[in-house]
């Protein structure tokens, strides 16, 4: 950047003087990512950022897969490190987290951070953020913790920690209202992600295709999550009213194609085992996540969770269901907060896919919700138009620029706020 002054040389001539002006310092932003989902949202982060404040303007330091990485970041601890799996493990690595935690703060205190946002992975960025938040440094927090279903005393946690809260759903801000935090509806980044033309009949052709899938009236896609547990407690259940749902469609001289995504080989050395009571039942056991083989089906049985929202995206009719154990289930019960489990459902505020749960999720419930749900689009049009809505909002969020866009436009007002954004960028 050049200025320039007047000056009066030995001879009093004024004379035109170049010089470079210095350059405001570059914005430091901290970020920590402890999952692959938020390594994901953490680099469409960056990359909004750099898009809106500058490529040349801002770095970014902390910790992040390799999506983060490529965008950037130097990286003060290995990712690996906080990845940790259901309970044991997080006890057992303590001390070793501990340490980590202690060492990333004091780096970011010392290198002085104009502002940090921990992405998603509540526990450990909630206390860095409520660490950082007293030493002064800005701070965001990047997807809401599920207090709309249950523990919503944790919102007073999260207000405590975070000077602005980016939340994945448009209900998601009013829990926040009573507590000093800006919370705002950003979007859900897999509604940006899935466009509407990825649900469309050509694709669903081409998702057949791939798959190898043989010609059938129905497409079946089963989702019994990922887990061993859900697999083991849901996926017989579920092939049971895919058998009920058969001998329903034969007697319209029309056939069944059941479609079983597994996410590794042990899910489907799991899956195979459970099945093979089932052989009469025609059915792909795929490898690989969810998304090609709800492009190819006409309908959808799903557990609930993530995947159902993926499976109105897509604009597919669905029942879903959910099966715990019964002390978990008693658990769980007393803890939700919320009418509906299945995203769509709490989206609409009404029941606008049916919900099968525990006792209530018997085979016979199942292929009778199933059956009603395959001729619901052509009964009711306006059921995929709900999909396609609740779509449109997801992917621009409350600001109209979709999630990283908007989460970088928050990053920069806290920036603002806090009086540490450069006087133009």
Known sequence: MWASYEAVDAVGTAVEVAHRAPQAPRIVIGLLAGEPSGDNLGAGLMQALKAHLGEHAVSFIGVGGP??????????????????????????????LYRLYRSVAATLVERKVDAFVGIDFNVFNLMLERRLKRQGI??????????????????KKVAQSADKLFCLFPFEPDFYRAHAVDARFIGHPLAAQILPETGSEQARHRARSTLGLPRADVTLALLPGSRSSEVRLM???????????????????????????????????????????FADVAQLHYLGDARLPLIACDLALVKSGTSTLETMLLRRPMVVTYRLG???????????????????????????????VQKAATPEA???????????PLAQPEYLDSFAQLHAELAAGASGLGPSAGAALGVADLLDESRRAPVSV
């Open 67 to 96: 999506s983060m990485q490529a965008e950037g970041l130097q990286v003060l601890a290995d990712f690996e490190a906080l990845a940790v799996h259901g309970f044991r493990e997080p006890l057992l690595r303590l001390p070793a």
């Open 138 to 155: 800005p701070t965001a927090h990047y997807v809401s913790p599920s207090v709309y279903a249950w523990r919503r005393g944790r919102t």
């Open 235 to 277: 996926l017989q259940d579920m092939l049971q009213a895919a058998r009920l749902l058969a001998a329903q469609l034969a007697s319209r001289n029309q056939t069944l194609q059941v479609v079983v995504p597994c996410l590794n080989e042990a899910r489907r050395a799991q899956v195979k085992d459970l099945a093979e009571a």
């Open 326 to 356: 019964t002390l978990t289930f008693f658990i769980a019960n007393a803890l939700l907060k919320t009418p509906f489990i299945a995203i769509p459902n709490i989206l609409a505020g009404r029941m606008l896919v049916p919900e099968l």
């Open 366 to 376: 199942i292929c009778q919700a199933l059956t009603e749900q395959l001729d619901q």
